[in-house]
């Protein structure tokens, strides 16, 4: 998984490439550890991630809550297939889809 960073001001934007699983959740959380704290929005741009498991959306729940809520966490440019997951698991109402 390839993982690019960019910070603007107070929110962090993230944009992620290949698949978000369990072995790559925690390439992206130990990535993001030191920027967690320091932000107070997160911005994931998932336009070129194929495929999330249920542990990256263990921990995008927990940035959500990390960070205060649904209204911290934006996810922009799902493909049909994450839209899906993202609905079945009624993920929405920890995250802005957008």
């Known amino acids: 998984m390839e993982i690019i960073k960019t910070k603007k001001e107070s ?53 959500s809550k990390t960070l205060g809520g649904k209204a911290h966490i ?3 440019n799902s493909n049909d297939v994450l839209k899906e997951i993202f609905k079945v698991t009624s993920f929405a109402t920890f995250a802005t889809i957008e």
Do not use: H, M, P
């Open 74 to 76: 934006v996810v922009k």
């Open 11 to 63: 929110k962090l934007v993230v944009t992620l490439k290949g698949q978000l699983d369990s072995t790559t959740s925690k390439e992206l959380e130990t990535n993001l550890k030191d920027e967690i704290g320091a932000v107070k929005d997160i911005e994931f741009d998932f336009k070129k991630l194929d495929y999330i498991s249920s542990a990256g959306l263990r921990l995008l729940l927990s940035y």
